[in-house]
């Protein structure tokens, strides 16, 4: 399955933004989901993932509250809606899949497959 994330860009602190990933190349109404993102300054950081069907959802700390993810299996796509941002949400965005459908630690540490980011940049 391949992957493509899109919808980053420059914003401001308080902000809002949604990305989305698009799939190809497979259905994805079986896997497991997930955002990460990622910095030069750091690793690879969990952000959000869902469920095959939607039912579970898991955040980071730092996204709980703030971010908010979904999936249209009719259409291959999950999205990440990003409310008041800030200035340590900058990073390349990107989207993963597990083979497994529920959240797992699979998922956590980065699925199985994951595609092309998106840079987000937020200003103070």
């Known amino acids: 399955v391949q992957l493509q994330a899109s919808g980053g860009g420059s914003v401001q602190a308080g902000d809002s933004l949604r990305l989305t990933c698009a799939a190809s190349?497979?259905?994805?109404?079986?896997?497991?989901m997930g955002w990460f993102r990622q910095t030069p300054e750091k690793e690879r950081e969990f952000v959000a993932g869902i469920s095959w069907n939607s039912d579970a959802t898991h955040y980071s700390d730092s996204a709980k509250g703030r971010f908010t993810i979904s999936r249209d299996n009719a259409n291959n796509t999950v999205s990440l809606q990003m409310t008041n941002l800030k200035p340590e949400d900058a990073a390349v965005y990107y989207c993963a899949a597990s083979n497994i459908g529920t959240i797992t630690a699979a998922l956590l540490r980065g699925g199985d497959y994951r595609g092309q980011g998106t840079l987000v940049t937020v200003s103070s």
């Open positions: 190349g497979r259905a994805i109404h079986s896997y497991g």
